[in-house]
């Protein structure tokens, strides 16, 4: 017999961030398919030519997860269009390659570069989570609960490679805010996750030759292909539904280590 606990994501409304491609969307396509009651789908990108904006589940905004006005203002429109907000699921995100020093040229990383990947990456996340836990703490607890919060960081939060400082800074930000969020919101019965991907089949590593992609996914040790952005979003939906699912870093990544 299935716990009372476990709550059906059929219930759910969930505002997914970074929701035009790749992750986010794979985790909007999941949420419909799984009978979501409701998704705000927020992206910095255009859902112009997007099937997102077809699914009658769903409600697109272009915004920006560092604006506090951008996510407020999503906010407001989901209380509107839904009535609630049950969960957030922070996918929005960017990633560069430099190194912290040129040895060829001398030159140190670029400074601002460094803060624009920060600034998305990790307080943008933050700037999400804060004013979705507002809107989320309004809702009548269930079990003791009212919602959630997932994150995404990356194995690369740690074992970042070379060039990756200003990335791997930004997603062990992420893994390092877990847990004392989870504890701050714990009395209000907000639950705090978050989910470590290894090398997915994203529209970033789709532009590589198929050799490259290739070559990176012998690295996996089991299974050694790159992974689904479904299985990213079927671990979303477990965190969603799981209620003891609290403070932790989940890492999905076929037994990847990375390597210098």
């Known amino acids: 017999m299935a716990s009372k606990s476990i709550r059906s994501i059929k219930e759910l409304v969930v505002f997914v961030t970074g929701a035009a491609s790749g992750l986010g969307k794979a985790a909007v396509d999941r949420f419909v398919r799984e009978g979501c009651k409701g998704v705000i789908a927020f992206d910095l990108n255009s859902f112009d030519n997007s099937d997102l904006k077809n699914k009658q589940q769903v409600v697109c905004v272009t915004g920006d997860v560092k604006s506090e006005e951008s996510v407020s203002n999503a906010m407001k429109l989901c209380e509107s269009k839904f009535g609630k907000l049950d969960a957030v699921l922070n996918c929005a995100g960017i990633g560069i390659a430099m190194k ?7 030159e140190p990383h670029d400074l601002s570069l460094y803060e624009q990947v920060i600034n998305i990456n990790l307080v943008g996340t933050f700037n999400v989570n804060r004013l979705g836990a507002a809107l989320i703490a309004k809702n009548e607890p269930l079990n003791g609960l009212r919602g959630v919060l997932v994150n995404t960081a990356s194995v690369a939060a740690f074992e970042g490679q070379r060039g990756q400082t200003a990335y791997s800074s930004s997603k062990g930000g992420i893994v390092g805010m877990t847990l004392p969020m989870a504890r701050d919101l714990a009395t209000v019965g907000i639950r705090v996750n978050t ?19 290739t070559k990176l996914a012998t690295t996996i040790p089991c299974p050694q292909r790159l992974g689904d952005p479904d299985e990213y979003a079927h671990l979303a939906q477990f965190i969603l539904e799981n209620p003891m699912m609290n403070g932790e870093v989940v890492r999905i990544d076929g037994a990847l280590r990375m390597q210098p």
């Open 100 to 106: 912290t020093l040129n040895e060829k040229t001398g």
């Open 195 to 213: 989910i470590a991907p290894g090398l997915f089949l994203t529209p970033l590593l789709q532009q590589l030759p198929e050799k490259v992609q």
